[in-house]
């Protein structure tokens, strides 16, 4: 989808235009208890973000519009609860739940979304939920295949 967010430092994003990587891993959460089931997926996120050159890993809380006039408080409550400076640089709220899912044609917000985008907006690999070992394998592959070898910052 095209939409725009700002991050927890204040810097607006129009994405996936302005994703930093060649390929992105993007965590979609829908409600503040999702955070647990986001935070499983963020240990495998950092080591591939370290292993890959061109990969980039992002958390995308999506809020319904109505909240909009609310932004400042549910930023500043994010902020709070995340004291890396590296952590809000890469959490970018989004205030258009409802188009933002029309676009992916999401209809549950039960669960988070873990998606691979590329830098046109392509989604090259997703799924929801926790983050499982077969999960992991799968995702790690994707990443791979999108970036190949000649990527490898340990190869």
Do not use: C
């Not at 060649?22 to 503040?32: F, P, Q, S």
């Amino acid at each position: 989808p095209t939409v725009k967010g700002d991050n927890l430092l204040g810097e607006t994003y129009h994405l996936p235009v302005d994703f930093d990587g060649e390929i992105n891993l993007v965590l979609v959460a829908y409600r503040r208890y999702q955070q647990t089931a986001v935070n499983t997926w963020l240990t495998a996120a950092k080591k591939l973000d370290r292993e890959f050159l061109g990969f980039e890993y992002y958390e995308l809380p999506v809020i319904h519009r109505g909240y909009k006039v609310m932004r400042f408080i549910i930023d500043n409550g994010m902020r709070r609860g995340i004291p890396s400076s590296e952590a809000r640089r890469r959490t970018i709220t989004i205030f258009d739940k409802g188009s933002f899912n029309r676009q992916l044609r999401v209809t549950r917000t039960d669960r988070i979304r873990a998606l691979l985008v590329d830098g046109k907006g392509n989604i090259r690999w997703s799924t929801t939920g926790v983050a499982t070992p077969s999960a992991l394998a799968s995702l790690r592959q994707a990443v791979q295949q999108a970036l190949g070898k000649r990527w490898s910052k340990s190869g």
